[in-house]
Every structure is written in C-alpha cells, then in structure tokens.
C-alpha cells in the first residue's frame, strides 16, 4: 500500500463522516445510543448543535487530507516537491490523531455506547493508526 492510498482511504472516511454528521447529526448521534437518555429539549438541540459542528470538522480535515494525498509523489505539473520530513510530520500527525481517536472511541464505546456503530468507529480508527505506523517504521 502506497501512503497515498491510505490518505485517500482516510480522507474519504472523514469526508462521509463529516457530511453525515453535518447533515445528519440527530440520526447519527442517535445510532451511537446518545439521544436514548432521558432530557430536556434544549439539551436534545445543544448535542445536536455539537455533532454538527463535529461533521464541519471533519468535513474540513476529509478535504485537507484529501488535497495531501499525493505528497512526496512526483508530479511534473509540481514546482515543488516536497521532502521526507514534510511526509514523515504529515504522517507522525495523523498517527497520533487516530490513536488518540482510537483511545477515546474504545472508552466512549466500553462505557457509554455498546452500539455497533461504536464498534466500527473504534475498528475504522484501529485501521488507520495500522496504516499510519507501517509508515512510521517504513519511513515513507
């Protein structure tokens, strides 16, 4: 696997999550078991308000992803290219990003929502510090 694939795996994930959550948040808060509580109206709007805000930037982090992921790769049309230690911060950054992502929905999902979407958010986390360590040791 190519690093570039793999920012292009990671670039899409978070673009549909982010358009989900955006768009969508109330359901897709909801398929984590967050909205099953018992509450206020006002506290149902300022959860929805928060996920939505969440899709937003997630939605940013999809397109910057996405507009990296050919770098280090030679391109004619690129005045530039840009260096191994470019890659290798863009890669450390995301590595620690999605562990922290992973550390944070393996605790969220044991504790607080045992759902199966749960479960794909911790695997789909899981997935990408996989990646992003082969690169690591790799050095890309």
């Known amino acids: 696997m190519k690093l570039s694939q793999l920012l292009t795996v990671n670039a899409v994930l978070y ?7 955006a768009l969508y948040g109330p359901l897709m808060i909801a398929m984590y078991g967050i909205l099953e509580t018992e509450g206020s109206v006002s506290m149902y709007w300022y959860v929805a308000s928060f996920s939505r805000m969440f899709g937003t930037a997630l939605f940013g982090f999809g397109f910057l992803l996405w507009s990296v992921r050919h770098i280090g790769e030679f391109e004619p049309n690129y005045a530039i290219q840009t260096g191994h230690n470019t890659r290798q ?21 044991s504790s607080i929502w045992g759902t199966l979407i749960g479960w794909i958010t911790v695997g789909m986390f899981l997935v990408l510090v996989l990646g992003y360590g082969y690169f690591m040791v790799k050095r890309t």
């Open 15 to 21: 673009l549909a999550f982010g358009i989900a959550f």
């Open 89 to 109: 911060g863009i890669v450390f950054a995301l590595l620690l990003a999605n562990l922290l992502g992973f550390v944070v929905a393996i605790t969220q999902q």
